[in-house]
């Protein structure tokens, strides 16, 4: 029984069907086929409808090629969703890890550098590192990191290098190209062209500076996330969500 849900059903019905119809006038000769003996035609005699042309033959063996490949391809295909699901379902440990140099904190990697260098200096060592400096785009974020350096006593009270930069009309995100506030009005103390995160003692908070680049300081970096990962990681979700409806 042919399975009509395969893709190739389709196309292997219509050409038997059409087979079915021919009436050819060709004479006939025995070949052996897949283990079967079927009769060839030869030009200028008439047979039944039972007897196999060259032609058709040619068709069968090309059917048969065509088959096996959409076989393959299926396996394939099962062999890529298996491991689409174990990306989102049966790997969850190393999402929860981070590299050497790195400390997690909340959803993210970061590493607080123990030296201090200038902005330009403190940039490129973050991209060796993997990441870049730090940029918060978020009041989560930002409350998240200034709660750990607060609470770390080799941290606190520390200033450190962000991914802010100032080209001369507003503050953006050195990476991202991201406004660094999306209320225009916000301002930022400082005439410096790169963003301190900038520690007061008298109020025990951290606050964002505008400081000269060649100033040293320490850094904070941010872990890239791999987009490879994320998008393989969506992918999966799409497809379990479609096959299993949660």
């Given at each position: 029984?042919?399975?009509?849900?395969?893709?190739?059903?389709?196309?292997?019905?219509?050409?038997?069907?059409?087979?079915?119809?021919?009436n050819?006038?060709?004479?006939?000769r025995?070949?052996?086929?897949?283990?079967?003996?079927?009769?060839?035609?030869?030009?200028?005699?008439?047979?039944?409808?039972?007897?196999?042309?060259?032609?058709?033959?040619?068709?069968?063996?090309?059917?048969?090629?065509?088959?096996?490949?959409?076989?393959?391809?299926?396996?394939?295909v099962?062999?890529?969703?298996?491991?689409?699901?174990?990306?989102?379902?049966?790997?969850?440990?190393?999402?929860?890890?981070?590299?050497?140099?790195?400390?997690?904190?909340?959803?993210?990697?970061?590493?607080?550098?123990?030296?201090?260098?200038?902005?330009?200096?403190?940039?490129?060592?973050?991209?060796?590192l993997?990441?870049?400096?730090?940029?918060?785009?978020?009041?989560?974020?930002?409350?998240?990191?200034?709660?750990?350096?607060?609470?770390?006593?080799?941290?606190?009270?520390?200033?450190?290098?962000?991914?802010?930069?100032?080209?001369?009309?507003?503050?953006?995100?050195?990476?991202?190209a991201?406004?660094?506030?999306?209320?225009?009005?916000?301002?930022?103390?400082?005439n410096?062209?790169?963003?301190?995160?900038?520690?007061?003692?008298?109020?025990?908070s951290?606050?964002?500076?505008?400081?000269?680049?060649?100033?040293?300081?320490?850094?904070?970096?941010?872990?890239?996330?791999?987009?490879?990962?994320?998008?393989?990681?969506?992918?999966?979700?799409?497809?379990?969500?479609?096959?299993?409806?949660?």
């Open positions: 029984m042919i399975d009509h849900s395969q893709p190739w059903s389709t196309l292997l019905v219509n050409w038997t069907i059409l087979q079915d119809e021919k050819n006038s060709r004479t006939s025995v070949m052996k086929f897949n283990e079967k003996v079927v009769n060839i035609m030869r030009p200028g005699s008439m047979t039944n409808k039972r007897e196999v042309s060259e032609t058709d033959l040619y068709l069968l063996g090309a059917i048969e090629k065509l088959l096996y490949r959409v076989d393959t391809l299926e396996r394939r099962r062999r890529a969703e298996e491991l689409l699901y174990y990306v989102i379902s049966g790997n969850n440990t190393n999402k929860n890890q981070c590299p050497m140099e790195y400390t997690r904190i909340k959803k993210h990697c970061y590493h607080f550098s123990s030296r201090e260098f200038d902005w330009k200096s403190s940039a490129s060592l973050c991209r060796g993997g990441g870049n400096l730090i940029e918060l785009k978020s009041a989560e974020e930002k409350y998240a990191v200034e709660e750990y350096l607060l609470r770390d006593k080799l941290l606190r009270g520390r200033d450190f290098w962000t991914g802010g930069l100032n080209p001369g009309l507003l503050w953006i995100w050195a990476s991202s991201e406004q660094v506030y999306e209320d225009a009005t916000e301002t930022i103390a400082g410096g062209r790169c963003l301190r995160f900038q520690y007061k003692m008298e109020k025990k951290y606050f964002y500076y505008g400081e000269e680049c060649i100033k040293k300081l320490r850094y904070i970096c941010k872990l890239v996330q791999n987009e490879s990962i994320n998008t393989i990681e969506g992918t999966a979700r799409a497809i379990f969500k479609s096959e299993y409806g949660n």
